[in-house]
């Protein structure tokens, strides 16, 4: 049979056509993957985006409020849109206007890690470029961490991973040691407030307690010993129908009063028949060894404390004790009784390296100073000092005057000012090192201490003069 030349030579065109159109559509195909992953390596995660983005990450962890991960559980999409800055998210607006403006951010979204179940959910809220850029993001989850992604105002994206919103550990006052383990290598803030001083009546109050900070690194499964403390309180039993002073050999016949000693302060409110003299209020710290509160071994390896106000008095003349310090504590005073000469001398705050000193007065044999760790006991219905990492020295009864208690000092490891102990002190011989790390090597950075009597963050949020009633201790995971 003849072969028809011409039917082979279309059916051979047809075949080179089609594999040409094949390969052409390959090479299409390729060509767009190429050029779409050229034009997002533009767009997606550049140097400079990286490093604009971790500026608003640093703020979140330092400024979101402990709101803003709830309402991201709350959110059916599961992301939450934080572009707005207002009180439910940030704490400081103001700012967070600031910032946004000079990055020029378009959007800001926080969602899980893991961004798979957004992209599979409704995204109709968000952009198109939005979209697409969740879709570009490859997920290494851990389950460890947040997401924000950020879009900006010239069309390019970033996402960096967030650590800060995971659990906040909240430490009240339970009158016992309390343990905390990291559950991670990471970062952590801690916050702790100083406990108030006694109130002797509604009117005259204890001084309200200090607030240290700081952002330590931590292994995971460290311990922390946190010992929260105590405002003080009356509770009092009778002890006697006479106050004897030995070092006058004076005895009068007045119904006397002691109270309980109060956790972490030393202290215990104290009265007659005329008066009441309140307790310091406890200081709220961390400790690497766990023991009892007053347990010398235990007292050194603090690393932060917060101190506590001088309790109230009302003895005669009536006062308010004083709010707990900062690198020092604050002084009492002395009041004199209807008008008459003062006589004693004014009880001292607790320092850096030791602890303040008692008034003086006629009656002072039992009256003490404040010491490392503990406030000065005050007696015979006079102010005792606030504890602290040195505790206020006590009031002393004078004849013509009663007086309050001074509060303690405060110390956060590497914060400026602080003195820290040397690990081969003892009771009997406490060295100061004159270096503000403590023997340990754990330093705190970012360090705040704020007396008693000046704005705080107030641990249920917002602000506050001072820490009323019982410490309290927060930690928070800030970043890996």
């Keep these: 049979m003849k072969k028809n030349n011409k039917g082979f030579m279309i059916t051979e065109a047809l ?135 950020v879009s900006y105002e010239d069309g390019t994206y970033a996402t960096l991973r967030i650590g800060v919103l995971r659990d906040i550990y909240d430490f009240e006052y339970t009158g016992d040691v309390q343990t905390f383990t990291a559950p991670i290598d990471a970062y952590y803030q801690i916050e702790l407030w100083g406990a108030q001083g006694g109130n002797a009546s509604d009117t005259y109050i204890g001084g309200k307690g200090a607030y240290t900070k700081g952002t330590i690194f931590l292994k995971k499964d460290t311990n922390l010993y946190i010992y929260v403390g105590a405002t003080g309180n009356r509770n009092l039993k009778f002890i006697s129908d006479t106050v004897t002073d030995s ?142 990492y040195y505790g206020g020295g006590a009031a002393s009864h004078g004849g013509s005057t009663v007086g309050i208690g001074g509060s303690g000092s405060s110390f956060i490891s590497g914060y400026e000012g602080c003195d820290a102990i040397s690990e081969i002190s003892t009771e009997s011989n406490i060295i100061h090192t004159g270096q503000s790390v403590h023997y340990s090597g754990y330093k705190f950075e970012y360090g705040e201490m704020i007396a008693g009597d000046s704005e705080m963050p107030n641990y249920e949020g917002g602000t506050m003069i001072g820490n009323a009633g019982n410490g309290h201790a927060k930690i928070t995971i800030v970043s890996e």
């Design 15 to 149: 075949i080179v056509s089609t594999i040409v159109l094949g390969v052409l559509i390959f090479m299409y195909a390729q060509f767009r993957t190429i050029n779409n992953g050229f034009n997002q390596t533009f767009k997606y995660n550049t140097v400079e985006n990286i490093y604009k983005t971790n500026e608003i990450k640093k703020f979140i962890e330092t400024d979101a409020t402990n709101n803003m991960i709830s309402l991201l559980n709350e959110s059916k999409n599961g992301y939450l849109n934080i572009t707005e800055c207002n009180i439910s998210t940030y704490n400081d607006i103001n700012f967070c206007k600031f910032l946004y403006d000079k990055l020029q951010i378009k959007s800001v979204l926080l969602l899980a890690e893991d961004v798979t179940n957004v992209v599979n959910g409704n995204m109709d809220d968000i952009d198109v470029g939005t979209q697409n850029f969740l879709k570009y993001i490859k997920n290494n989850y851990t389950g460890n961490y947040h997401r924000i992604v």
């Design 247 to 388: 070092a006058v050999n004076y005895t009068w016949p007045r119904k006397y009063y002691q109270g309980d000693i109060m956790f972490n302060s030393g202290t215990y409110s104290s009265a007659q028949e005329t008066g009441y003299g309140m307790s310091g209020g406890g200081a709220t710290d961390i400790r690497l060894v766990n023991g009892n509160w007053d347990n010398f071994d235990s007292l050194k390896s603090r690393i932060m404390v917060a101190s506590g106000g001088s309790g109230a008095c009302t003895y005669f003349r009536s006062s308010n004790g004083v709010p707990g310090g900062a690198l020092s504590g604050i002084d009492g005073s002395v009041l004199g009784v209807d008008g008459r000469v003062i006589d004693g001398s004014i009880p001292t705050g607790g320092t850096q390296t030791s602890g303040g000193v008692k008034g003086t007065g006629k009656f002072t044999a039992t009256s003490t100073n404040g010491t490392f760790g503990k406030g000065g006991q005050g007696v015979f219905g006079t102010s005792s000092g606030g504890a602290g």
